[in-house]
């Protein structure tokens, strides 16, 4: 039987995380296939590629495993934790949209300051130029980032070397500030690697670290659907104006 668990409590939970996320995946997942033609590969997200590349790397190229495997971890977990799994889902769903529409606006705010702190401080500032993609293709693009992103960055990173470091005695802490920041850090240096990296541009890099902060917080204390939804969201409003 469902456990009865506070709200804030519940959001953490990979249930209601599942059934939060599985609509984007699908939403993006469709979304590729929809509207990429004969080259689906050109919307899908950088961290999907990678994750693609190291599947194909060990000869697992089924264009459907990366969602399925994510979807199988979740259940898995959920399975796991079904004796304190919440009954009130709708209104833990319900919660964690308007969380992560307002977590995502707390961003946009930020992103709009940071350019001008940037130079007060004296740091020298390249502002990234947006692409020229449909917004509908940069839409799914940018969704798919959040899924990815989040699933490579935070849920698989974050937590491993969160898990080694408590694993080392390491104060908690301790451990969430220094798996926190090396996450934040290859999650902002990854954007400019490769042959689908940006070019360099200090205001991005900087941005992209402290957003990586910022969800490596919101994975930690709310949860990997709410980190999700932010993501996802922040990258939406941006797109849809054109801006990077």
């Known amino acids: ?38 080259n689906p590969e050109a919307i899908r997200n950088g961290a999907d590629h990678w994750v693609r590349c190291g599947l ?3 000869g697992l190229r089924f264009f459907w495993l990366p969602p399925t495997i994510l979807t199988l971890v979740f259940i898995v977990w959920t399975y796991r934790r079904r004796r304190d799994r ?29 350019a001008p702190l940037l130079l007060r401080a004296g740091v020298a500032l390249e502002l990234g130029v947006g692409g020229d993609e449909p917004a509908l293709r940069q839409v799914v693009t940018y969704l798919g980032a959040g899924i990815y992103e989040e699933a490579v960055f935070r849920l698989a990173l974050f937590s491993a070397l969160a898990w080694l470091l408590r694993w080392l005695d390491i104060p908690l802490v301790i451990t969430v500030i220094l798996a926190a920041a090396t996450s934040a850090i290859l999650f902002s240096t990854a954007h400019h690697v490769g042959p689908y990296g940006q070019a360099y541009s200090n205001y991005l890099f900087i941005f992209r670290l402290t957003a990586g902060l910022y ?14 939804g932010a993501h996802a969201c922040y990258n939406v409003m941006v797109s849809i104006p054109g801006h990077s």
């Open 56 to 58: 194909g790397f060990v």
């Open 215 to 228: 969800f490596a917080v919101l994975f930690f204390l709310r949860g990997f659907g709410i980190a999700v």
């Open 1 to 38: 039987m469902p456990a009865s668990t506070g709200y804030l409590t519940a959001t953490r939970h990979p249930w209601p995380c599942l059934l939060f996320v599985l609509p984007l995946l699908i939403a993006y997942e469709a979304g590729v296939l929809l509207l990429g033609g004969t």
């Open 86 to 114: 919440p009954g009130e889902l709708v209104g833990v769903v319900s919660g964690m949209i308007l969380e992560s529409v307002g977590f995502a606006l707390g961003l946009w705010a930020f992103s709009r300051m940071l």
